[in-house]
Nanobody, 121 residues
């Protein structure tokens, strides 16, 4: 009932930048949090950054000062600006949204399909 579509991944050299975007659509009444997670080969999925509807943000220590999460509430979109990328940032990045559905207010917790980010020279 809620679909998340990500875009913006790719290959970039160390020190470069990429911008990821995610758009949520479907039977959405409200979205409380939107965020980005990543999963590198052989590792567990981890939080990268999250933003709450009021604008509060939280970042993984490994990306603080390099990544910036932003959200357009009216458009149900979230973006992740990634600067000073490092090889260890290489992973599949997933968008996540948590909120309430229309017609009853059931909670949803949805994930995008993932987008590959590769940082390599």
């Amino acid at each position: 009932q809620v679909q998340l579509v990500e875009s913006g991944g790719g290959l970039v050299q160390p020190g470069g930048s990429l911008r990821l975007s995610c758009a949520a659509s479907g039977s959405i009444s409200s979205i409380n949090t939107m965020g980005w997670y990543r999963q590198a080969p052989g590792k567990q999925r981890e939080l990268v950054a999250v933003i709450i509807s009021g604008g509060s943000t939280n970042y993984a220590d490994s990306v603080k000062g390099r990544f910036t999460i932003s959200r357009a509430n009216a458009k149900n979109t979230v973006s992740l600006q990634m600067n000073s990328l490092k090889p260890e940032d290489t992973a599949v990045y997933y968008c996540n949204a948590v909120g309430r559905l229309i017609g009853g207010g059931a909670r949803f917790d949805s994930w995008g399909q993932g987008t590959q980010v590769t940082v390599s020279s």
